[in-house]
């Protein structure tokens, strides 16, 4: 069960992990050591799991995305191993979701141009059969939410 103070933590946390432990320990009214051993605590736990350095992605030139959805072949156990490996090989593929009805999986790709997006189209039709692959384009995001809504789906104890 995570406390009241443990949800602030995260929160603080997980919009800036590099936030100095006095500053936590102001915010939610606890000393830097009591800070240091909750945040130990939570990782003992698996709430944090790592801490990641959130890039710039502008700057990296990265800065087309594009969704896509696939549908099977088939619905075998090893035609699904086979799909998550081909998914794992490919990088730019950063996000994939088994999902409900009638598609099967949901795929975020990351890429420098439009015009890559053949390369990763290529690589992933090589390695996997597909019943159907359908591609959309960001043209704007609109939000990209980098921490959890920790008020809600959590139970919490004071």
Not at 108 to 117: F, N
């Given at each position: 069960?995570?406390?009241?103070?443990?949800?602030?933590?995260?929160?603080i946390l997980q919009r800036n992990s590099d936030t100095p432990l006095a500053l936590v320990g102001e915010r939610v009214h606890l000393s830097p050591?009591?800070?240091?051993?909750?945040?130990?605590?939570?990782?003992?736990?698996?709430?944090?799991?790592?801490?990641?350095?959130?890039?710039?992605?502008e700057a990296l030139g990265l800065t087309t995305t594009i969704f896509v959805t696939v549908s099977a072949t088939v619905h075998s156990a090893q035609?699904?191993?086979?799909?998550?490996?081909?998914?794992?090989?490919?990088?730019?593929?950063?996000?994939?979701?088994?999902?409900?009805?009638?598609?099967?999986?949901?795929?975020?790709?990351?890429?420098?141009?439009?015009?890559?997006?053949?390369?990763?189209?290529?690589?992933?039709?090589?390695?996997?059969?597909?019943?159907?692959?359908?591609?959309?384009?960001?043209?704007?995001?609109?939000?990209?939410?980098?921490?959890?809504?920790?008020?809600?789906?959590?139970?919490?104890?004071?």
């Amino acid at each position: 069960m995570l406390t009241s103070r443990d949800r602030a933590i995260l929160d603080i946390l997980q919009r800036n992990s590099d936030t100095p432990l006095a500053l936590v320990g102001e915010r939610v009214h606890l000393s830097p050591s009591a800070c240091s051993r909750r945040i130990a605590s939570l990782r003992d736990a698996g709430v944090i799991q790592r801490n990641v350095a959130v890039l710039d992605r502008e700057a990296l030139g990265l800065t087309t995305t594009i969704f896509v959805t696939v549908s099977a072949t088939v619905h075998s156990a090893q035609w699904t191993e086979r799909f998550k490996a081909a998914v794992c090989e490919i990088p730019e593929i950063v996000e994939v979701y088994r999902l409900t009805g009638s598609i099967d999986y949901l795929l975020k790709i990351i890429l420098p141009s439009v015009e890559a997006y053949d390369t990763v189209y290529k690589a992933l039709v090589s390695r996997i059969d597909m019943n159907l692959v359908c591609a959309s384009i960001v043209m704007e995001t609109v939000k990209d939410a980098e921490s959890l809504p920790l008020a809600t789906g959590m139970r919490l104890a004071d």
